[in-house]
């Protein structure tokens, strides 16, 4: 086993969007955006007009940027005082 991952599809009025929530590499070596997603999108994503990937992780932004990925929104959290 190379990596474990956890996707979602969503039909959308643009066409259906191949949704990465989360996903971890189990064995050294290889990349997660130059090997493990490529194959996600080929496998997952060959009926999916685009591909969602969820991150807080700088370092891993700028990889997805690199590889063709822009961002597409931010999401705002807050704690709740109890």
Not at 32 to 48: A, F
Request: proline residues 1%; contains cysteine.
């Amino acid at each position: 086993d190379v990596a474990v991952f956890v996707t979602q599809k969503l039909e959308r009025e643009n066409g259906r969007e191949l949704i990465v929530r989360g996903a971890l590499q189990l064995q050294r070596g290889g990349s997660l955006t130059e090997d493990i997603l490529p194959e996600i999108e080929r496998v997952l994503g060959h009926d999916c007009a685009v591909m969602t990937i969820h991150t807080k992780r700088a370092g891993l932004v700028r990889k997805l940027q690199k590889s063709g990925y822009q961002e597409a929104a931010k999401i705002m959290q807050k704690r709740i005082a109890k």
